[in-house]
């Protein structure tokens, strides 16, 4: 167990929709990362936030969007989803020093 | 940009050796990693080397690397059925927090 936690697991969802993905990062991590996996793209990453500011910005479409909360958890919003947003979305944190990022079990998005 | 290159695909034999390869193109990457990532599964950070290093074993793993080539292997010694899973490679710079990811090597262990 990693400590970081998403939820949830799976999610199905129709095309147009809009969804929000949770993370819980590791006791004490401040910075979180969102990466997409998909059979396509591999593992893309998508952004970073860092105490709660955007810190990076990866291949993240404009339909994305993500926070990161004063409790630390972060959120990433997938709207006006298409089929091609099927994919894995991991999210990992990582503590100050950032040597190290631990990954969430990821939560598989199906658009049908 | 940065680039990380990994072979598809690696089938040995329980109790035999594994190799899996990487080479990477950032120059300034600081950071080298392996993760493996079994099926339905997330990534499990297996270790990481600091790029002024050329080798670091941790118990049945060893990496080595080639800065000058910018090239990595991970070694597992007496592999076994539980290590089939996909290994990734990946690298970050000081300055560039996010990880570049290969593509993944699966390795299956034959019995």
């Known amino acids: 167990d990693s400590g970081v936690t998403q939820t949830p697991k799976h999610l199905i969802t129709a095309t147009g929709q809009r969804v929000t993905l949770r993370c819980s990062p590791r006791?004490?991590?401040?910075?979180v990362y969102w990466y997409q996996q998909s059979l396509d793209q591999g593992l893309q990453f998508l952004i970073q936030?860092?105490?709660?500011?955007?810190?990076a910005k990866g291949n993240i479409l404009e339909r994305f969007s993500a926070q990161q909360f004063p409790d630390l958890h972060s959120e990433l919003n997938l709207s006006s989803l298409e089929l091609g947003d099927s994919a894995l979305y991991f999210c990992?944190?990582?503590?100050?020093?950032?040597?190290?990022?631990?990954f969430g079990q990821g939560t598989r998005l199906t658009v049908v | 940009g940065e680039d990380v290159e990994q072979s598809l695909f690696l089938s040995v034999r329980e109790g035999d050796s594994s190799v899996i390869n990487c080479t990477y193109t950032?120059?300034?990457?600081?950071?080298l990693y392996w993760y493996k990532q079994e099926p339905g599964a997330g990534l499990q950070l297996l270790t990481y080397?600091?790029?002024?290093?050329d080798m670091k074993q941790d118990q049945r793993l060893t990496v080595l690397l080639n800065k000058k080539d910018k090239h990595l292997s991970l070694r597992i010694a007496d592999t076994q059925t539980g290590d089939s899973a996909i290994y990734f490679c990946?690298?970050?710079?000081?300055?560039?927090?996010?990880?570049?990811f290969g593509s993944g090597t699966r390795l299956q262990v034959q019995p």
């Open positions: 950032d120059s300034s990457s600081t950071y």
């Open positions: 080397i600091f790029s002024n290093m």
């Open positions: 990946a690298e970050r710079s000081a300055d560039r927090r996010a990880l570049t």
């Open positions: 006791s004490g991590d401040l910075s």
């Open positions: 936030y860092y105490n709660g500011e955007e810190r």
């Open positions: 990992a944190s990582s503590s100050v020093t950032n040597t190290e990022a631990f």
